[in-house]
Structure formats: C-alpha cells, structure tokens
C-alpha cells in the first residue's frame, strides 16, 4: 500500500510562507516525479509545482517567483516553499507521485495524498 502524509498547511495571512512536506512510503521502485497540485472550491485541479528525477522544475505561472519544490530523493519526499502567499492561493493542496510499482514492471502510476488545506486570509 503507498500511501503519501503531506504536511504544513494552515492558516496564514496575506504575504506569509508557508512549507509544505509530503513523505512517499509504501511500495515504490524508481520514482520519476513528485508534485503539489491544488483545487479552490468551485475551480479546476491545477499543477502548481513539479520535480522530476533529473532535478528539472515547472510551476505554474501563478505561482513563479514565489512558490520552490524541492526533494530529497533519500527520503522520497517532496517539499514547496510557499512565500508572499496570497489569498487566491487558498485551496487543498494535493501531494503527488510518480512512480513504477516493481523492478520489472515498466507501467508507472500516479498516486495521490489526502490533502493539506492552505488558507491564506487576514
């Protein structure tokens, strides 16, 4: 069972950091990418950041400037430094892996973590 724990939302006032973390366990070989997705009520999912194996970056053009993943590949974990936070960046923010299931086995899956809530208001 793979399962992601993300970590580090909260309650933050306009122009505040946050970091978020989320920890890969569980039945994993070769991960080739991690990322944060997030949804505001009433909107689309959309990709905010992702990382992939060779250390190439993408962020949503919302969020350039201000927003850095990051990992530690040791660690299968992923993080999102998250600075001058705004209030339209108030959303669930999914963890997402990935990955190839076995050595052998070349299909890859996604997987996805429950959610963090970021709510950026005064």
């Known amino acids: 069972q793979v399962q992601l724990q993300a970590s580090g939302g909260g309650l933050v006032q306009p122009g505040g950091s946050l970091n978020l973390s989320c920890k890969a366990s569980?039945?994993?070989?070769?991960?080739?990418?991690m990322g944060w997705y997030r949804q505001a009520p009433g909107k689309q999912r959309e990709l905010v950041a992702r990382?992939?194996?060779?250390?190439?970056?993408n962020y949503a053009d919302s969020v350039k400037g201000r927003f850095t993943i990051s990992r530690d590949n040791a660690k299968n974990s992923v993080s999102l430094q998250m600075n001058s936070l705004k209030p339209e960046d108030t959303a669930i923010y999914y963890c997402?892996?990935?990955?190839?299931?076995?050595?052998?086995?070349?299909?890859?899956?996604?997987?996805w973590g429950q959610g963090t809530l970021v709510t950026v208001s005064s």
């Open positions: 997402t892996v990935t990955a190839r299931r076995k050595s052998w086995d070349t299909r890859v899956y996604d997987y």
């Open positions: 990382i992939t194996s060779d250390g190439s970056t």
């Open positions: 569980g039945s994993l070989y070769s991960i080739s990418g």
